[in-house]
């Protein structure tokens, strides 16, 4: 079973060509309902501290409402214009 913790090792492996320590510090991951936080350490290694919880994450940068399209976030005057914009997409 992989485990967040190796995920992460894993991501560390293939990022340190391309990222410095710095970077890569502070990134946060989200496996299941884990919470993995990665601190460079004085020794220059990195600590991945874990948190559990109930996770939730909110992608977009504010809320929907009636008049934001789910699916591709268009705009619209009114609800009907909002349930129709993307329709068709709908399979
Ligand atoms: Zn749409």
Excluded at 2 to 30: H, K
């Amino acid at each position: 079973m992989t485990t967040g913790v190796a995920r992460i090792e894993q991501w560390i492996e293939e990022n340190s060509r391309s990222l410095t320590g710095e970077e890569m510090s502070d990134t946060i991951f989200i496996f299941k309902d884990s919470v993995y936080t990665l601190k460079k350490t004085d020794a220059g290694a990195f600590d991945v501290v874990q948190s559990s919880g109930k996770v939730v994450v909110f992608r977009n940068e504010q809320e929907t409402d009636d008049f934001t399209c789910k699916i591709c976030g268009g705009h619209h005057d009114n609800r009907i214009e909002t349930i129709r914009c993307c329709m068709d997409r709908h399979d």
